[in-house]
T-cell receptor, first 113, second 114 residues
């Protein structure tokens, strides 16, 4: 099993450009999450999904959109990138029971100029 | 509101010495607590968790953590540090009774000196 994978690994965008980050998991997990990690800020939840076709806002959802059209995939979109969105983005997944261990992807490093 | 605090941004320890990375929590009910480790340019990896039962939890790579309800703490420990333990450590918690969203601490950078 590949676990949780993320593409791309690294991307540079200009302000105003758009992009989509892809997260895929092959563990048949129900729940998926998108976090951003910034120095000194820890992990902050952007959006999450409790099942195919469902999404919900996390702590810092502004400027991002998500979709979960297939159970194994969770997409994070930036419609108009801003320098403040320069960060490392992590996807995670869990089976879906309460208080479960999260499985994380390797991260996507995004630089917005 | 629930919160998880890691009071130290960085912990320095000499190789072979015991290490402690601190975590305190404020969650409703009986908490579910986790430790994760992040090596450079990698995602977080699960180390150990406390759900219920024995207050001393043993995890991967020789790490253990002690749940202390009276002090609302869940400190991560290892008897003898290795240089390869140098990484970023995150404490996380869920409130019991129903939560799918963990609260993470800000992380503590552990540096083990040769």
């Amino acid at each position: 099993n590949a676990g949780v994978t993320q593409t791309p690994k690294f991307r540079v965008l200009k302000t105003g450009q758009s992009m989509t980050l892809l997260c895929a998991q092959d563990m048949n997990h129900e729940y998926m999450y998108w976090y951003r990690q910034d120095p000194g800020m820890g992990l902050r939840l952007i959006h999450y999904s409790v099942g195919e076709g469902t999404t919900a806002k996390g702590e810092v959802p502004d400027g991002y959109n998500v979709s979960r059209l297939k159970k194994q995939n969770f997409l994070l979109g930036l419609e108009s990138a801003a320098p403040s969105q320069t960060s490392v983005y992590f996807c995670a997944s869990t089976m879906g029971s309460l208080a479960e261990t999260q499985y994380f992807g390797p991260g996507t490093r995004l630089l917005v100029l | 509101a629930q919160s998880v605090a890691q009071p130290e941004d960085q912990v320095n320890v000499a190789e072979g010495n015991p290490l402690t990375v601190k975590c305190t929590y404020s969650v409703s009910g009986n908490p579910y607590l986790f430790w994760y480790v992040q090596y450079p340019n990698r995602g977080l990896q699960f180390l150990l968790k406390y759900i219920t039962g024995d207050n001393l939890v043993k995890g991967s790579y020789g790490f253990e953590a002690e749940f202390n309800k009276s002090q609302t703490s869940f400190h991560l420990k290892k008897p003898s540090a290795l240089v390869s333990d140098s990484a970023l450590y995150f404490c996380a918690g869920y409130a019991s009774g129903g939560s799918y969203i963990p609260t993470f601490g800000r992380g503590t950078s552990l540096i083990v000196h040769p």
